[in-house]
Nanobody, 114 residues
Framework: VHVVESGGGLVQPGGSLRLSCIAA????????MGWYRQTPVKQREWVAA???????RYADSVRGRFTASRDNAKNMIYLQMNNLTPEDTALYYC?????????WGQGTQVTVSS
């Protein structure tokens, strides 16, 4: 299984970004895909996740601002991030897991700065 993220960039406070993640390879029908983020001074933090056939789950720090969605036919998940703050600055990782695999992407950088 291979996982690739995209969509990061530089945005001003209050702005929005949409991250995308695609999983390819030996994809199982029942799987969980999610987003994590990490900074040089903080451990990797869970942000959101959405399992196949389930509703999204969110960390308290992003609930109400971020929206996760998925396209099962394309094995993709998305993270719509609104009302971004400098505290959201991080390297965002996508994680894929099923009964036999756990795979991380390389990450996409999100920088929120004026």
């Amino acid at each position: 299984v291979h996982v690739v993220e995209s969509g990061g960039g530089l945005v001003q406070p209050g702005g929005s970004l949409r991250l995308s993640c695609i999983a390819a390879g030996d994809i199982r029908i029942i799987n969980d895909m999610g987003w994590y983020r990490q900074t040089p001074v903080k451990q990797r933090e869970w942000v959101a996740a959405i399992a196949s056939g389930d509703t999204p789950r969110y960390a308290d720090s992003v609930r109400g601002r971020f929206t996760a969605s998925r396209d099962n036919a394309k094995n993709m998940i998305y993270l719509q991030m609104n009302n971004l703050t400098p505290e959201d600055t991080a390297l965002y990782y996508c994680r894929y897991s099923d009964s036999e695999h756990v795979q991380w992407g390389q990450g996409t950088q999100v920088t929120v700065s004026s």
